[in-house]
């Protein structure tokens, strides 16, 4: 059986790089990579959930993060193991210095909007790669 | 929406700790609602907790602990978007126990009418139950700054 890619943003509340995680997740879960993806809560995962964290070793695994800190991949990295890949929200506006995203956290500017776009992007082309890679 | 008190911040602030679950649009709720508490209804004395940073606290130079540290000597409420009560537990496990804990299923059951679907992005029923769940947050935070 094919393995699903979970993808696990961070979701971080106090700046919007966060909501960049979590609705780039979302975006590739629902348009860019339907049906190969999933989403769980990160903090499900850090409690323990024993179906859910049974559920993550038997597939693949990306985190995203929109900081430095790293939360969600230490986090899975703590409870799961290394993650398959695991991204930085932050990289895209390293890349892109004329894309500085709205600081608004709910509901997401226009920058942040498209910094988010470029980022699901990254994210569903590491998912075709891992999918390929189990093929 | 009520408009924010302006209080004078003579007392400790009281920490919110949304859950923020991504795979439910009751996860959803909390983030928006928590965000509407520290902005716009009790900004002066409510400071928001990242629940991943806290979580994962042993991220020291990152700030992790220092966001334990603050829930430790400080009166925080988690906002919970299912029974698993993730912020509750994680509180209790490693900080101390929350000093209230609200559960946004307890709220949608008194507004039947309200069905919000999408936890992309919150329909008109999400805000609106957002809203009211951040009145209530709000009830409890002025509760707990008054009693300190």
Do not use: W
């Given at each position: 059986m094919t393995k699903k890619v979970y993808i696990?943003?961070?979701?971080?509340?106090?700046?919007?790089?966060?909501?960049?995680?979590?609705?780039?997740?979302?975006?590739?879960?629902?348009?860019l990579k339907p049906g190969v993806t999933a989403i769980e809560c990160l903090p499900l995962i850090v409690k323990g959930k024993k179906e859910v964290v049974d559920e993550l070793k038997k597939n693949k695994v990306i985190t995203l993060d929109g900081c430095t800190a790293l939360c969600a991949y230490y986090d899975v990295v703590n409870v799961i193991g290394e993650p398959d890949a695991q991204f930085l929200s932050?990289?895209?506006?390293?890349?892109?210095?004329?894309?500085?995203?709205?600081?608004?956290?709910?509901p997401l500017g226009e920058n942040a909007k498209e910094v988010m776009e470029i980022f699901a992007k990254e994210i569903a082309e590491k998912v075709g790669e891992l999918v390929d890679g189990e093929k | 929406m009520e408009k924010s008190k302006l209080i004078l911040n003579t007392k400790p602030k009281i920490g919110l700790i949304a859950c923020s679950g991504e795979n439910l649009v009751e996860g959803t709720i909390t983030r928006v609602a928590t965000?509407?508490?520290?902005?716009?209804?009790?900004?002066?004395?409510?400071?928001?907790?990242?629940?991943?940073?806290?979580?994962?606290?042993?991220?020291?130079?990152k700030g992790g602990g220092k966001e334990r540290?603050?829930?430790k000597i400080h009166k925080t409420i988690t906002v919970e978007g299912c029974e698993e009560a993730c912020g509750k537990i994680a509180v209790e496990r490693y900080s101390a126990p929350a000093a209230a804990t609200i559960y946004i299923q307890d709220i949608m059951k008194k507004y039947p009418q309200l069905k919000p679907e999408s936890k992309e992005?919150?329909?008109?029923?999400?805000?609106?139950?957002?809203e009211i769940v951040a009145e209530e947050i709000a009830t409890t935070i002025d509760e707990l700054y008054n009693s300190q």
């Amino acid at each position: 059986m094919t393995k699903k890619v979970y993808i696990i943003p961070c979701s971080g509340i106090g700046k919007v790089y966060g909501s960049i995680c979590r609705q780039a997740a979302y975006r590739v879960g629902n348009d860019l990579k339907p049906g190969v993806t999933a989403i769980e809560c990160l903090p499900l995962i850090v409690k323990g959930k024993k179906e859910v964290v049974d559920e993550l070793k038997k597939n693949k695994v990306i985190t995203l993060d929109g900081c430095t800190a790293l939360c969600a991949y230490y986090d899975v990295v703590n409870v799961i193991g290394e993650p398959d890949a695991q991204f930085l929200s932050t990289s895209v506006v390293q890349k892109n210095r004329d894309l500085k995203p709205e600081p608004t956290i709910y509901p997401l500017g226009e920058n942040a909007k498209e910094v988010m776009e470029i980022f699901a992007k990254e994210i569903a082309e590491k998912v075709g790669e891992l999918v390929d890679g189990e093929k | 929406m009520e408009k924010s008190k302006l209080i004078l911040n003579t007392k400790p602030k009281i920490g919110l700790i949304a859950c923020s679950g991504e795979n439910l649009v009751e996860g959803t709720i909390t983030r928006v609602a928590t965000r509407i508490v520290v902005e716009k209804l009790r900004p002066q004395i409510t400071t928001i907790l990242c629940q991943p940073l806290f979580m994962a606290g042993d991220i020291k130079h990152k700030g992790g602990g220092k966001e334990r540290e603050f829930a430790k000597i400080h009166k925080t409420i988690t906002v919970e978007g299912c029974e698993e009560a993730c912020g509750k537990i994680a509180v209790e496990r490693y900080s101390a126990p929350a000093a209230a804990t609200i559960y946004i299923q307890d709220i949608m059951k008194k507004y039947p009418q309200l069905k919000p679907e999408s936890k992309e992005e919150l329909d008109e029923d999400g805000l609106k139950l957002a809203e009211i769940v951040a009145e209530e947050i709000a009830t409890t935070i002025d509760e707990l700054y008054n009693s300190q």
